[in-house]
């Protein structure tokens, strides 16, 4: 069992809204901006340069960092964590089952991870992999640290284009979990019924896993 981390195990909500601050825009300006780019498509960053043309992501993280040196700005903690991450991650481990995290996310978020003690036997970034998704490489890593064939790992996460159908080009089971703004948004479409299962929460995976055989 391999899992994303934004809006799979981690409520970005919290994210969004200190960005919002950032910007100088109401949350829910903001957060209809960011719908409205992902509903159609379009990358998420438009809906920054939307509210705020010529918008820089590197060096306004930077600034950020300059202004803001003890906020957690961009970055999460332990109380960003979805509530049922914690029981459905120890049932599948209690099972027998092998949990890794492997998601896009910067350097700091291995660390953050980390801290939060989840029942895991490894935690991965794509920034210290130096790849991300949705490029086959990023898999391919995914398979080599899980150390089974590719058949044999279920790769969970919120979005189809970088989670069910890279992970499904490189011959992994997927999960597509329904939450987030990407998760209700890319339920709808036909390419997820390429995913092996749709959840709703996590704490119906491990039932899922023992009918699945």
Do not use: C
Not at 142 to 165: M, P, Q, W
Not at 191 to 210: K, N, S
């Amino acid at each position: 069992m391999v899992f994303d981390v934004g809006e799979t195990l981690i409520d970005e909500t919290r994210i969004f809204g200190r960005w919002a601050d950032r910007l100088g825009v109401p949350h829910l300006t903001f957060f209809g901006t960011l719908g409205g780019v992902l509903a159609e498509g379009r990358p998420m960053l438009d809906a920054f340069r939307l509210v705020k043309p010529g918008f820089d992501l590197e060096a306004e993280i930077t600034a950020w960092e300059r202004d803001e040196p003890d906020s957690l700005r961009e970055n999460f903690d332990a109380d960003d964590l979805y509530p049922d991450v914690r029981p459905a991650l120890e049932k599948l481990r209690a099972g027998g089952l092998r949990v890794l995290i492997a998601g896009n996310q910067p350097v700091q978020a291995e660390a953050a991870l980390r801290a939060m003690a989840l029942p895991v036997e490894d935690v991965h970034v794509s920034a210290a992999w130096g790849v991300a998704k949705p490029e086959r490489a990023f898999f391919t890593r995914v398979i080599e640290e899980a150390g089974v064939a590719a058949e044999e790992i279920l790769y969970v996460g919120d979005r189809i284009d970088n989670d069910v159908i890279p992970a499904r080009a490189s011959g992994l089971r997927t999960a597509l979990l329904r939450r987030g703004p990407w998760g209700y948004l890319h339920a709808e479409r036909p390419e997820a019924e390429q995913a092996d299962v749709i959840l709703t929460d996590l704490t119906e995976l491990p039932r899922w896993v023992a009918d699945a055989g």
